[in-house]
């Protein structure tokens, strides 16, 4: 079946730094992504779309210049956190959907990050 | 705004118990997705519906369009099946999530 990765699966880093995240469609073209974020205990929220070639669609309430996605090829969406802060720890989570009508949703293992 | 409501938040079966959880959503939708998420946070699609029943293995999912509810039904439980249970439901091109069911099958 179809398979998405996601890397790094962790990262710890300091405060002020910034995070990049990859997340690759391993064996179909996906124009289009979705990142999420996930809080202990909570659901998945959707951040923002990522479209291939085009500017992602971000979510209200969710800064563009905070979390940057670049989606460059139809396999690789990227999500980085700039300038990242304690409150940005959490667990980010990819999509992709395949087949028509987006049938089939497949999510990567998920990035757990922690700003210190 | 599409709000999708999941019961129950948990539950605890003996293995061998049949289990449901049943989800509800507000508005029309285009699919309905049930999900599995591990407790190291790996999610897998479980089943995405439009209408009528699926089966996999020991686990059915139903969908009531008109009514905008859908249940996912465990046979004969074990307790590899636990893992939070998250119904997911397609508004257009995105996903709208429950809060998810937390299931715990004891041995």
């Known amino acids: 079946g179809a398979v998405v990765s996601q890397h790094p699966s962790w990262v710890i880093c300091k405060s002020g730094t910034s995070v990049k995240i990859e997340c690759r469609s391993l064996?179909?073209?996906?124009?289009?992504m979705f990142w999420y974020r996930q809080f202990p205990k909570q659901s998945l929220m959707l951040m923002a779309t990522s479209n291939e070639g085009s500017k992602a669609t971000y979510e209200q309430g969710v800064e563009k210049d905070k979390f940057l996605i670049n989606h460059a090829s139809l396999t690789l969406s990227t999500l980085t956190v700039t300038s990242a802060h304690p409150e940005d720890s959490s667990f980010y989570i990819c999509?992709?959907?395949?087949?028509?009508?987006?049938?089939?949703?497949?999510f990567g293992p998920g990035t757990r990050l922690l700003v210190l | 705004k599409n709000e999708v409501e999941q019961s129950p938040q948990n539950l605890t079966a003996q293995e061998g118990e049949f289990i449901t959880i049943n989800c509800s959503y507000s508005v029309g939708i285009s699919a309905l997705h049930w999900l599995q998420q591990h407790p190291g946070g790996g999610i897998v699609s479980l089943f995405m519906?439009?209408?009528g029943k699926k089966k996999h293995g020991r686990l059915i999912a139903t969908i009531n369009i008109q009514e905008k509810h859908s249940s996912l039904h465990i046979t004969a439980s074990h307790p590899r099946d636990s893992a939070v249970y998250i119904c997911?439901?397609?508004?257009?091109?995105?996903?709208?999530f429950g809060a998810g069911t937390i299931l715990r099958v004891k041995s």
């Open positions: 997911a439901v397609r508004y257009g091109n995105k996903l709208v």
């Open positions: 064996d179909f073209q996906a124009t289009t």
């Open positions: 519906l439009s209408s």
């Open positions: 999509s992709a959907p395949s087949g028509g009508a987006y049938q089939t949703q497949y």
